[in-house]
């Protein structure tokens, strides 16, 4: 009968250990699937920030360019009224 308690106590000493085992490997599963999701988190966002910080500088510069253009065509437009006012002054003068 002694033999089967101390059987008893040893299987419950070794259920203790594995479990205290199976903690350290959940905790450090824990730390490897953080460290993976950490690292695809970079890998994600960095060419998503970079293209996005590219993109905001090609608007900037399609937009100065556009204001540029817009403003030039405005000129032209202005410059086409003059020529069409002289044209039609003279017209009326002869």
Do not use: W
Not at 28 to 36: D, E
Not at 66 to 78: K, P, R, Y
């Amino acid at each position: 009968m002694k033999d089967v308690f101390e059987e008893l106590e040893a299987k419950v000493a070794q259920c203790a250990v594995d479990r205290q085992h199976d903690a350290i490997d959940r905790k450090n599963l824990l730390i490897a699937n953080g460290n993976l999701i950490a690292e695809c988190l970079s890998k994600e966002v960095f060419p998503v920030a970079t293209k996005f910080e590219l993109n905001v500088a090609r608007f900037a510069e399609m937009h100065v360019a556009n204001t540029s253009v817009e403003a030039h065509c405005l000129a032209l437009e202005a410059e086409l009224a003059t020529l069409r006012d002289k044209s039609y002054q003279e017209n009326q003068r002869s």
